[in-house]
């Protein structure tokens, strides 16, 4: 039976469509997904992301434990409330999962993995704690509820009475009572991510409805991130990928070239002998969606299309996929027996409600 978050009822009573994702009643929208997108880039939109896997990290072998663990390096964080974006891997290289971690003090973080990936991500961290002196807890008592766009941060400080969470600069989170306010997100747009306790999650997110905050879905939270260049775990990366295949190679910290994280041989190996396949952005100018699994054909050989959909922000078909390393700056996608053209660009497609250079095409 899949679980419920604490705003079940609030999402059924806001005429959500409830669907299962990763074990979980989830709402994929409430009307019309194209609305709920637009209404996070023109003016603010509020997600349930409580589906979401927050575990504390405590003890004196944390940070090393983390080191180990990440193939970005977390002595990189030195500030409290810092935050830091990482791959875990396994042996191989291949990403186990993606995933946010908080500095919090000396003996204390906190990181966030995904949904679908929990019960592994939770087995391989436990086992890997094994050689050190620190304690996992997840903490099932948290919701989470991501406000995101033009509007987020102004709303959710006057909420919640805090105006230092305007001063957050990306990628950092403060504590302000029972809240854990973090400027983070998966759309693209500035906002906040905001930890709370689940039995304060409805009074939240009431009064961000009275603030006049839209709930959005699923839906909208793919077409946004995809956007934006996002990667969904299962999708864009996993274990069969490495970083530098997923366009994440920025996230792995080899200096000090003495941190032996989970990986690094493998990808030390993959750096000799260089990488056969990379991700990319397309666009297509003609009609035809780009769905995941679809065939991309290039001179240098044949690739797929790992997430796909129609941009509404662009007004476009737009693509993320796998390539040949080789592969030039125009691509074909098959899409029900036809092969239209595809211009290959860089990600993000969006940024900050922006079309970014290039990718309009007109």
């Given at each position: 039976?899949?679980?419920?978050?604490?705003?079940?009822?609030?999402?059924?009573?806001?005429?959500?469509?409830?669907?299962?994702?990763?074990?979980?009643?989830?709402?994929?929208?409430?009307?019309s997904?194209?609305?709920?997108h637009?209404?996070?880039?023109?003016?603010?939109?509020?997600?349930?992301?409580?589906h979401?896997?927050?575990?504390?990290?405590?003890?004196?072998?944390?940070?090393?434990?983390?080191?180990?663990?990440?193939?970005?390096d977390?002595?990189?964080?030195?500030?409290?409330?810092?935050?830091?974006?990482?791959?875990?891997?396994?042996?191989?290289?291949?990403?186990?999962?993606?995933?946010?971690t908080?500095?919090?003090?000396?003996?204390?973080?906190?990181?966030?993995?995904?949904?679908?990936?929990?019960?592994?991500?939770?087995?391989?961290?436990?086992?890997?704690?094994?050689?050190?002196?620190?304690?996992?807890?997840?903490?099932?008592?948290?919701a989470?509820?991501?406000?995101?766009?033009?509007?987020?941060?102004?709303?959710v400080?006057?909420?919640?009475?805090?105006?230092?969470?305007?001063?957050?600069?990306?990628?950092?989170?403060?504590?302000?009572?029972e809240?854990?306010?973090?400027?983070?997100?998966y759309?693209?747009e500035d906002?906040?991510?905001?930890?709370?306790?689940?039995?304060?999650?409805?009074?939240?997110?009431?009064?961000?409805?009275?603030?006049?905050?839209s709930?959005?879905?699923?839906?909208?939270?793919?077409?946004?991130?995809?956007e934006?260049?996002?990667?969904?775990?299962?999708?864009?990366?996993?274990?069969?990928?490495?970083p530098?295949?997923?366009?994440?190679?920025?996230?792995?910290?080899?200096?000090?070239?003495?941190?032996?994280?989970?990986?690094?041989?493998?990808?030390e190996?993959?750096?000799?002998?260089?990488?056969?396949?990379?991700?990319?952005?397309?666009v297509?100018?003609?009609?035809?969606?780009?769905?995941?699994?679809c065939?991309v054909?290039?001179?240098?050989?044949?690739?797929?299309?790992?997430?796909?959909?129609?941009?509404?922000?662009?007004?476009?078909?737009?693509?993320?996929?796998?390539?040949?390393a080789?592969?030039?700056?125009?691509?074909?996608?098959?899409?029900?027996?036809?092969?239209?053209?595809a211009?290959?660009?860089r990600?993000?497609?969006?940024?900050?409600?922006?079309?970014?250079?290039?990718?309009?095409?007109?």
């Amino acid at each position: 039976m899949s679980r419920k978050t604490p705003l079940y009822d609030s999402h059924v009573a806001a005429g959500g469509r409830m669907v299962d994702f990763a074990g979980w009643q989830m709402p994929i929208n409430y009307g019309s997904q194209v609305e709920e997108h637009n209404r996070v880039r023109n003016s603010a939109g509020m997600f349930d992301v409580s589906h979401m896997t927050v575990v504390d990290i405590r003890g004196t072998g944390a940070r090393d434990f983390l080191r180990r663990l990440l193939a970005n390096d977390v002595a990189r964080i030195e500030q409290p409330g810092r935050a830091l974006y990482s791959c875990m891997l396994n042996e191989k290289g291949g990403i186990l999962d993606d995933l946010i971690t908080y500095f919090l003090a000396e003996d204390s973080y906190r990181t966030v993995v995904n949904a679908a990936t929990r019960e592994a991500d939770l087995d391989w961290m436990n086992r890997q704690a094994r050689e050190f002196d620190v304690e996992l807890t997840e903490r099932e008592d948290l919701a989470m509820i991501a406000v995101q766009g033009p509007r987020a941060r102004e709303v959710v400080a006057g909420i919640i009475d805090a105006p230092e969470t305007l001063s957050l600069k990306p990628f950092q989170a403060v504590v302000h009572g029972e809240y854990f306010v973090a400027r983070t997100g998966y759309t693209g747009e500035d906002g906040f991510e905001v930890l709370l306790p689940g039995g304060q999650a409805s009074l939240f997110w009431n009064q961000l409805l009275e603030a006049e905050i839209s709930p959005c879905g699923l839906a909208a939270r793919d077409t946004l991130r995809l956007e934006a260049g996002l990667n969904l775990y299962g999708q864009d990366m996993d274990t069969t990928t490495t970083p530098a295949e997923s366009n994440l190679g920025w996230t792995v910290a080899m200096e000090p070239d003495d941190r032996n994280f989970i990986g690094r041989e493998a990808l030390e190996a993959e750096k000799s002998g260089g990488v056969s396949r990379k991700l990319v952005g397309l666009v297509l100018d003609s009609r035809g969606i780009p769905r995941t699994g679809c065939k991309v054909v290039c001179e240098a050989g044949e690739g797929e299309v790992t997430s796909g959909t129609f941009s509404p922000t662009i007004g476009k078909p737009i693509a993320l996929a796998r390539v040949p390393a080789g592969c030039g700056e125009t691509v074909q996608v098959e899409i029900r027996k036809q092969r239209p053209d595809a211009r290959v660009v860089r990600p993000p497609f969006v940024r900050m409600g922006k079309i970014q250079p290039g990718i309009a095409g007109d």
